[in-house]
Nanobody
Framework: QAQLVESGGGLVQAGGSLRLSCAASGRSFSTYGMGWFRQAPGKEREFVAA????????IYADSVEGRFTISRTNAKNTVYLQMNSLKPEDTAVYYC?????????????????WGQGTQVTVSS
């Protein structure tokens, strides 16, 4: 069982950057496919980015491709989401998720563990 804790959210102006972190407990982190999702008020949760357990293969939503970068440091049981060129439409609660499958995985249904989320607000 993994527990996930996100950090790094906050308020930033449009065009700015933030780096989210997700720290995972447990000894199996290196075998988990990891992902980031977000949910804006009144909208459904949507996929943002994912990284595989092995080889570190990555996939992104079209809306963030080229602006966001997902990475992981297995020695620290941590996955990151570097967000650059932020837009007001990136405002949402961002969730980290872990899958027992190696991934990378786009569907939230493929993930077994979820964090509590961190708020990201981008002002115009």
């Amino acid at each position: 069982q993994a527990q996930l804790v996100e950090s790094g959210g906050g308020l930033v102006q449009a065009g700015g950057s933030l780096r989210l972190s997700c720290a995972a407990s447990g000894r199996s982190f290196s075998t988990y496919g990891m992902g980031w999702f977000r949910q804006a008020p009144g909208k459904e949760r949507e996929f943002v980015a994912a990284i595989s357990a092995f080889l570190g293969r990555t996939i992104y939503a079209d809306s963030v491709e080229g602006r966001f970068t997902i990475s992981r440091t297995n020695a620290k049981n941590t996955v990151y989401l570097q967000m650059n060129s932020l837009k007001p439409e990136d405002t949402a609660v961002y969730y980290c998720a872990a899958s027992v499958r190696s991934g990378p995985l786009r569907s939230g249904r493929d993930y077994n563990y979820w964090g509590q989320g961190t708020q990201v607000t981008v002002s115009s």
